[in-house]
């Protein structure tokens, strides 16, 4: 089915003058103008505290995209149509008496789409002022983005000021990861194909590998990023959803709520990491000076606005064992860190070898098929299934080769959304199958604040790694300990 327009929408943006806005969000918004999916009177008010006009931001706004759009996508008459649907509004958030005015700019018989891209302490203050302003129907919908809290106590916190306004259907939790097309994709290889869905547990697949690499250091966020820390900013949401969605069970259908319920089983069958265990599931470490794209770099203590005694992670790997019948027995590791060699995401499923083999024993460790999910760069998928090697003298000579799929040469498809037009579309057609339930939150926070537990407990110190590494030596001792490596490694 073609996408259509939905119903014209009325989107009140706050935080509009913020890199989220800027970066992400008027671009994928100016992308579904350009594709025809915004209804003919979808407008947009934008909201910050900056003292400016609707002139002026239209006017910044035109430079700014026909700077950021890539040349043959960026249409200057769209583009031109699209700044005129955006005002502007200068508004503190805590001005109760200011949100009176914006039950005037809504128009009654359009979708009301609130868009909190602010601090996530101003959640609960702008659904307050709303409802204090008149402007809180029954038909709005909420967006608030990462993260929600820095712990499960915080997030309950900011989770009942939300619930106090609107109900769980109105609110879109924010997870970009779940907007990117191949994340999508999972739910499609997973339960499309039958050839995957019945090879899927423990009696065919050894292990599987979720890796988030940054090669990026801190880029000037240092004060932001220090508080939170890998495991918070990277783990707790972006690779527990990944973790779900490859180890969730079929859900019934495809609806936001059955895949949400699935989603949080696997969150509650999660084995917690208790203190003793954390030497073999974890490891934390930090980036000191090194090489980046073949650049001398300082490490994380030595980038600018530094405190010089932090201990935050800027890399974490783990082993995250999923108890249930499905996943007994098969570790999921995990790892994220900045500095790393290379900007990459993948999963890999490692399956079990035949029960019986029968080739040269020299060659026994190719004997599992890996299906290797590639989320970036070059999205798509590779089959590694093991053939005859070619030629008279090669007998009975393995070779392990792919079955590849790179979906941008595969498919004609001229460009790949940004997880953002996803998610505004999705928020648009009121969907929330690809937005983070508050129950998920809350679990993958319980798990998580674990693990932080166990580290203040210890005392430990993260373990360094230059930059430029693939994160501290024990990382590879972890995954070495189980008889294995991780996947660039072999
Ligand atoms: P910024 O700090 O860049 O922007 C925050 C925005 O909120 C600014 O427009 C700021 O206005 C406005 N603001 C804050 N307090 C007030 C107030 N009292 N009254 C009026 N305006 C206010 O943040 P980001 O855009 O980076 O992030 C926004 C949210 O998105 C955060 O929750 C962040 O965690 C999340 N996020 C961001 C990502 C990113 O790539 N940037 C990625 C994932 C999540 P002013 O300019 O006047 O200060």
Redesign the pocket.
């Known amino acids: 089915m073609v996408d259509q327009p939905v119903c014209a929408c009325d989107l009140m943006l706050?935080?509009?003058?913020?890199?989220?806005?800027q970066?992400?969000l008027f671009p994928a918004l100016y992308q579904l103008d350009r594709a025809g999916l915004l209804a003919s009177d979808s407008r947009v008010l934008a909201?910050?505290?900056?003292d400016t006009d609707t002139a002026a931001l239209r006017k910044a706004l035109l430079a700014r995209l026909e700077e950021q759009i890539p040349e043959p996508e960026f249409d200057a008459t769209v583009a031109q149509g699209f700044v005129s649907r955006v005002e502007y509004l200068e508004?503190?958030?805590?001005d109760t008496d200011g949100f009176l005015v914006l039950n005037d700019w809504r128009h009654p018989g359009n979708q009301l789409i609130v868009y909190m891209?602010?601090?996530?302490s101003?959640y609960g203050v702008i659904a307050r002022n709303l409802r204090a302003g008149g402007c809180c129907t029954e038909r709005t919908r909420v967006v608030v983005?990462?993260?929600i809290g820095h712990d499960l106590e915080s997030s309950k916190v900011i989770n009942d000021e939300l619930a106090e306004v609107y109900r769980e259907s109105q609110l879109f939790r924010?997870d970009?990861y779940l907007g990117k097309e191949t994340v999508q994709n999972l739910i499609a290889l997973r339960f499309a194909n039958n050839l995957f869905a019945s090879q899927w547990d423990q009696n065919h697949i050894s292990h599987v590998e979720i890796t988030v690499a940054e090669s990026m250091g801190i880029e000037g966020r240092w004060g932001y990023f220090d508080q939170a820390g890998q495991i918070r900013d990277m783990i707790q949401n972006h690779l527990l959803q990944l973790l779900c969605l490859i180890a969730m069970d079929p859900p019934s259908d495809l609806s936001a709520d059955s895949i949400r319920d699935e989603k949080v089983k696997v969150l509650k069958a999660l084995k917690r990491i208790t203190p003793d265990m954390m030497a073999e599931y974890v490891v934390r470490g930090q980036y000191t000076s090194g090489t980046s794209e073949g650049k001398p770099v300082p490490g994380y203590l030595d980038e600018e606005g530094a405190n010089k005694a932090s201990e935050t992670e800027t890399f974490v790997a783990l082993k995250a064992e999923i108890d249930n019948w499905r996943w007994s027995g098969v570790p999921f590791y995990i790892r994220t860190g900045k500095r790393l060699p290379e900007k990459m995401s993948q999963i890999i499923i490692h399956f079990k070898p035949a029960p019986h083999y029968i080739f040269d024993p020299d060659q026994k460790h190719l004997a599992n098929n890996k299906l290797i999910i590639r989320l970036q760069p070059d999205e798509g998928m590779a089959l590694k299934i093991l053939t005859k090697d070619q030629g008279l003298d090669k007998g009975m000579r393995l070779r392990q080769g792919p079955l590849e799929l790179t979906f941008s040469e595969t498919f004609d498809t001229d460009r790949i959304p940004d997880a953002y037009e996803r998610l505004l579309w999705e928020i648009m057609r009121g969907n929330q199958y690809l937005f983070v339930r508050r129950d998920e939150v809350e679990h993958a926070w319980r798990w998580v604040d674990q693990i932080i537990r166990n580290w203040h407990d210890s005392g430990e110190p993260p373990k360094r790694y230059a930059a430029g590494t693939w994160g501290p030596v024990a990382s590879i001792a972890m995954i070495t300990r189980d008889g294995r490596s991780w996947y660039e490694d072999v």
């Not at 706050?14 to 806005?21: E, P, R």
């Open positions: 706050f935080g509009a003058s913020g890199d989220l806005a970066r992400k909201i910050a505290r900056r508004l503190d958030f805590t891209a602010t601090p996530p101003m983005e990462k993260p924010i970009h």
